[in-house]
């Protein structure tokens, strides 16, 4: 190395060893603390421009959802309920991240509701966790390898993956909590009722179907032989910060015992009631461990290769990971990065992620035009 070169070496190391270099690492870095102080930060100090993200904001809160504030169609749409369901809805809210601080937030986002199936991420998340402690082999181990409850005897079920599950191509058949996989009749599954077809091979056919994110929700907890609850709040919400104020349900009727106690199985989403109910910081904070790779204030918590292959689409079905979706086509948000991805709930409830523009985005009862809102938020960044 030449002195010129060295001496360029030396310059950079002691301006991270400085006060001030320790400072804008820590920036570059920063992650909100436990609690309510999640700092905010100027537009224009995190590279945005403030008018710009002004007119964002202003565009998504006259975009509420048209879903009725009290629930009263839920079993119209999705048909008999089995789980608890809030009275009431609040109104649209969300926040904006950039480089991890609050640059906007707005309506009440410390209020707890169903994200529906924006749960489906937690779910494949769990799984990321099992895989990476080695409790489950590998994605592409047959789940009746290791759940033997009768889940996967036959011979049609015995071929179904844990990928199958993630990317809902199981095709996996039967009844899970007094739904069938075929979602036939009006009753039980309202105007999501669908016509009857032929299964197809297991990683063949993707289908996005509750009654087998449930099956797969109920092997997480053979294998992991613990609450789902539990494991989400000690391995993963209780070391991102997040609140107690949040909840996991399950049904009435989806109890059963594990390791000698009474256990409840959770489930996909809200549904038929029940799922993932949360606010929008909580849901926030989730998304900023996915876009740091999931670290957490210099803690591992989920592998970065778990990151990675959740967030990559499938060889079957439209642009889906391991029960995220995906913009790797452009299509999903055409005003977005092709590597940002989302948790979407019915509602609609849509936690995006942008790592290109380091971005989060929470939005919650809102109409459907994410995309617009992505176009202008996108549209607010300067550097």
Known sequence: MNRLALGVVIILALIARSPEGARSAKERNYIPPRGDKWERRSAESVGM?????KTAVEFAESHESKFPRDFSRQEKVFGRLLGPIPKLRGGTNGLIIRKGYIVAEFGNTGRVEPI???????????LGLAVDRGIVKSVDDPVGNSVKDGGYDS???AKVTWNHHARQTSEWEGEMWGKTHTFLGEKEFGEGRRHARELREPGTYYEYNDVRINRFALSLLRVCKRPL?????TEIMDRIGASNSWQYHGYDNSYLEVEGKRVQSVTGGTRWGGGIWMDSRDLARFGLLFLRNGEWDGKRILSERWIREATTRGPVGPDYGYLWWLNSGGIQWPGAPKSSYAAIGHGSNTLWVDPEHDLIIVWRWHDGQMDELIRRVVGAVRE
């Open 229 to 233: 609850p539990d494991v989400l709040k």
């Open 155 to 157: 011979a049609h079920n």
């Open 49 to 53: 421009d403030s008018a710009a993200l």
């Open 116 to 126: 529906y199936s924006a749960a489906k991420s937690f779910l494949s998340t769990l």
